[in-house]
């Protein structure tokens, strides 16, 4: 989903595929278990408001994936 979809609906819809978890709190959970698996996805403005409640998970991760996230929360 992360490397082919969200690519795809985010370049043709300007959409972003973090955005359509069903979970409660979505924000906080999606982020943190693709962030531990060093998965990238695309961060959605919405994504971008919960960034304080990840940033430690970040903290784990190698510094090129790191870059690509702070890269998109700019």
Sequence with gaps: IFKVIDPFIN???????MD????????????NALIS???PFLVSDEGKEYFDEWKDSLEKCSEEYKKGILFQIG
């Design 20 to 31: 359509f978890d069903e979970e409660d709190e979505s924000y906080l959970y999606l982020p």
């Design 37 to 39: 698996r060093e998965i």
């Design 11 to 17: 370049e043709n819809w300007n959409l972003y595929a």
